[in-house]
């Protein structure tokens, strides 16, 4: 399926800790729309997915402060990926211990 996504502009970007991460964008201006996370239903990691989604989507104080939060570490972080993500992981364990 890695060829028939790409051909569709979805570029895969490689396997990480529990599946596989596609990204859609503009690649020319290095701006990323669409983050792809493929994992394997019903895991833990799918599990977790769905329990931060859902609770972005009742919980909009935590939403908001989460967007703040990415927004800042974009600007801190603008060309380390791995520092960006892993600066995320306090606040969305936070939610997850919930």
């Not at 895969?12 to 994992?39: A, E, P």
Request: aromatic share 14%.
């Amino acid at each position: 399926y890695i060829t028939v996504l790409e051909e569709n502009g979805i570029i895969f970007r490689g396997d990480d800790n529990d599946g596989q991460l596609f990204v859609v964008g503009d690649f020319g201006n290095d701006t990323r729309s669409h983050h792809i996370h493929i994992v394997l239903h019903n895991s833990k990691a799918w599990n977790d997915y769905i329990k931060f989604r859902d609770y972005l989507n009742t919980h909009f104080d935590k939403a908001k402060q989460y967007e703040l939060l990415k927004q800042s570490l974009a600007s801190v972080y603008p060309n380390d990926r791995v520092a960006y993500t892993e600066s995320k992981h306090e606040f969305i364990n936070n939610i997850l211990i919930q």
